[in-house]
C-alpha cells in the first residue's frame, strides 16, 4: 500500500461485475458504467476504467471484486470474467494505492447501519456479507447445496430466476432469507444486487439494499478507520458473482 489520499475527492470506487463495470468518484453524482463479460481480464478491466475515468482525477482506489479476497489480494479467479485476476498488480497498474475487497462486502459496507447485519447479493450469482459492529465477513454461501443437488446459486441466480420463472424464485428467495436469518441471528436483513428490484414484495423483516451503496462501501475503505476483515487466518474458496 503507498499511503492514504491526500484528498478525500479523490477516491475513485469500482463496482466489478460479471455483466457491467461501473465507476464513481467521490463527490460526483453519476457512475459511469461499460459491459464487463466472461472474457475481461484484469488489464482489460484497468484499461475500460480508464477510459470511463477521463476528466477525473483520483488518487486512490476501492475495487469491489466478484470473488474470494484475503488481506487485500485475489485468492481465486471469477467465475463470470476472464483469467489472470489472481496476483495482478492493481496498484501498478492504476499508477496509486488499490484496496480491493469482495463485491458483496463492500456494498454491504455501503448500506451498513449498525448492529448485526446480512447482507445478500442477487444477481449473476449469489452474494453474501456478515457485518458486526465494523467486522466484515464475506461468505461463500453461493456454492453451498440447497435443494435438489442444486446450490443456493443455482436457484437465487440469474440460472434460477429463468429456470424457475420469477414467482418460484422469489420463493425461494424468502425461503433462503428466512434460513440465513435464523441461522446467523442476525438484527438487519439487506437484499440488494441487480435482481433485487424484480422481487414484487421483499421478505419479511428486510430492507431493499441501493445498488448505489457499492460506492458508498467503497469510499468509507477510505474515509472511515475501524473497517476490519473477520478472519485473521489463511482461508480456503470460493465466492460467487453478484451483479
Request: glycine residues 14%; aromatic residues 10%.
Amino acid at each position: 500500500m503507498r499511503g492514504k489520499p491526500k484528498r478525500k475527492g479523490r477516491i475513485l470506487a469500482i463496482d466489478l461485475g460479471g455483466t457491467h463495470v461501473k465507476v464513481l468518484l467521490y463527490g460526483q453524482s453519476d457512475e459511469r458504467k461499460a459491459r464487463s463479460g466472461a472474457r475481461m481480464t484484469p488489464r482489460e478491466m484497468v484499461q475500460v476504467v480508464r477510459v470511463l475515468t477521463r476528466g477525473w482525477r483520483y488518487r486512490c482506489v476501492s475495487l469491489g471484486y466478484p470473488g474470494v479476497v484475503f488481506r487485500g489480494k485475489i485468492f481465486v479467479d471469477p467465475r463470470n470474467l476472464g483469467k489472470g485476476w489472481v496476483g495482478f498488480d492493481f496498484e501498478g497498474a492504476f499508477g496509486c494505492p488499490v484496496r480491493v475487497i469482495n463485491d458483496a462486502a463492500m456494498q454491504a459496507i455501503g448500506d451498513y447501519k449498525g448492529g448485526r447485519m446480512l447482507f445478500l447479493g442477487l444477481g449473476t450469482g449469489l452474494g453474501a456479507a456478515l457485518i458486526f459492529d465494523r467486522v466484515v465477513e464475506p461468505m461463500e454461501l453461493s456454492h453451498l447445496a440447497y435443494k435438489k443437488g442444486r446450490t443456493y446459486e443455482e436457484y437465487l441466480g440469474n440460472a434460477g430466476l429463468e429456470k424457475l420463472g420469477r414467482k418460484k424464485w422469489e420463493h425461494a428467495v424468502f425461503d433462503v432469507t428466512e434460513r440465513l436469518r435464523a441461522a446467523f441471528e442476525v438484527d438487519d436483513v439487506v437484499i440488494g444486487g441487480g435482481n433485487a428490484l424484480k422481487l414484487k414484495k421483499l421478505p419479511p423483516g428486510t430492507r431493499l439494499g441501493d445498488n448505489a451503496n457499492a460506492f458508498t462501501g467503497g469510499f468509507r475503505l477510505w474515509l472511515e478507520r475501524g473497517w476490519v476483515r473477520a478472519t485473521p487466518a489463511s482461508r480456503g474458496r470460493s465466492r460467487s458473482e453478484r451483479k
